[in-house]
């Protein structure tokens, strides 16, 4: 305590004042924090005084309030650069970063408790700069560093303003700030130790060395690639849960789940509460872990009236967590600047509003750095499918008769829709099984290797999210403790004109499409064409 009090009297965060009428006072108080290593060893105790800012008043100790926050996506696409060039990779620290902020406003505080001024024990503290608690401290800080950084030839990223780039003839170094956390990767070392040195006339920079642990990700660097997990982060999850102890499955979600709004008693007060917080962490954990999100994406659905089943799917999905508490990313290196992106939908798989659900990747260079799965924006009867024999006139939009085909409605009551054919007979709308591009993760319907001498998974085998969005995901990895996927080669092209037999699969052929074969020998697979003559599969990147 005494500690940060000093700190807080070199920075000259406030001045003391006399006591006026017709102002706002806010009150402070002290907080206790045990900070923690990766691996969950004490690092040090520390205490920091902070302002009680739910007292103040918009318009009269603030105004704007806004900081940006890193996105996911920024962490993944720098790490991957890191992996890819080569580059250096950095963690600093900024010690009581909010005490550098500069306020705008007039804010008066009460004297810390126990370190009152004993000439003038009555006064109030006029903060000069931003503190702990306060509405505005962190974009008073986030600004008071933007200076500092444009100052060493730094600006702020359009794409993610929590991102600084330095581009010289010589040198580019990326510098990416959360808080006080940041971490910065450049082509040289020197050009690393250079802003260090610049950062330190300002602030109180820690230098941590190479970047192990950012935002609950535990990062490893090896020949390999870049390994990032959230081990801690999960066990945490599984923690406040409860479910320290469950019993692991291998799947987090069933193929025959499936989840409607209100199809069982509703959860209490206390229980929806829980419900919405584990859910919440759930979806930070799928920053690392793929394999869950469509899981996640659906239980997210339901936070506004979460039922017992509702619960029942959330901690299965915390089971399967603990059954892959290790699996996280590895980045691998590519040479392939390439951008490229792939995406895959179900059609009306919503039982509820009969909504679509979508599922995307971006990758860049073979490693992806963007995924993701989401609702449709609207339920319509837009899409229209063949069918054999009739016409057909839709029950929820009575005047359209469309022929030869049928149409899947968004039911207004709750129910099914109904075709109406031409011969006076009338039929539900047929259901459609959602393909394995917007359904959970499955289990692999292939042998398991030993877990002592592999034990990486290749997401095409782990994450089953759809023949177009898994297929290609072969820059991505899912490593952990279990066994690991037969390899794959990747996906092929459709060939025009003519049939595909996989020459590993002897008697599967698939029309004027392509197929992925698992070599058994270890060798690349052989594609038969339908004309005699054979081609490999092409070598998988990344």
Known sequence: MEQEFEALLRNNTWRLVPPSSGVNVIDSKWIFKVKRHANGKVERYKARFVAKGFKQRYGLDYEDTFSPVVKPTTIRLLLSLVVSRGWFLRQLDVQNAFLHGVLEEEVFMRQPPGFEDPQRPHHLCRLEKALYGLTQAPRAWHARLGVVLRQHGFVPSTADTSL????????????????????????????????VLGLRQAFAVKDLGALHYFLGLEVARSLVGLRITQHKYAMDLLKRAGLLKCKPVTTPMSATTKLFQLDSPLLGSDDATDYRSIVGGLQY???????????????????????????????????????????????????????????????AGDVDDRRSTAGFAVFYGGLVVVFGDGGDCGATCETIRCFQGGNITCANRPGEVIQGCHCLCAPKNGRGCVLHLQSGTNQN???????????????????????????????????????????????????????????????????????????????????????????KDGKRCVLRLDDGTSQKCPKTSG
């Not at 003839?169 to 690393?192: E, F, G, K, N, R």
């Not at 089943?309 to 299965?316: P, S, T």
Request: hydrophobic fraction near 40%; charge should be positive.
């Open 285 to 347: 954990l799928t920053m690392t872990r793929p394999d869950i999100s469509f899981s996640v994406n659906r239980v997210c659905q339901f936070l506004h009236s979460p039922t017992e089943e509702h619960l029942a799917a959330v901690k299965r999905i915390l089971r399967f967590v603990k059954h892959t508490i290790g699996h996280g990313l590895l980045l691998r290196p590519s040479t392939s600047p390439a951008i490229s992106a792939f995406s895959d939908a179900d059609w």
């Open 429 to 519: 709308c047929p259901k459609r099984t959602a393909g394995s591009g917007t359904a959970s993760l499955q289990r692999p319907q292939i042998p398991r290797r030993n877990r002592n001498t592999q034990k990486h998974t290749d997401m095409a085998a782990a994450m089953k999210l759809s023949l177009t969005f898994v297929l290609l995901l072969s820059g991505l990895v899912v490593f952990g403790d279990v066994g690991d996927a037969a390899p794959t080669c990747d996906i092929i092209r459709c060939i025009q004109g003519g049939t595909i037999t996989c020459a590993n699969r002897p008697g599967e052929v698939f029309q004027g499409c392509a197929c992925v074969c698992a070599p």
């Open 164 to 195: 600084f780039i330095c581009q010289r003839p010589d040198v580019t170094t990326y510098l990416l700030v959360y808080v006080d956390d940041i971490i910065v990767l450049s082509s040289q070392s020197m050009a690393i130790d250079r802003l």
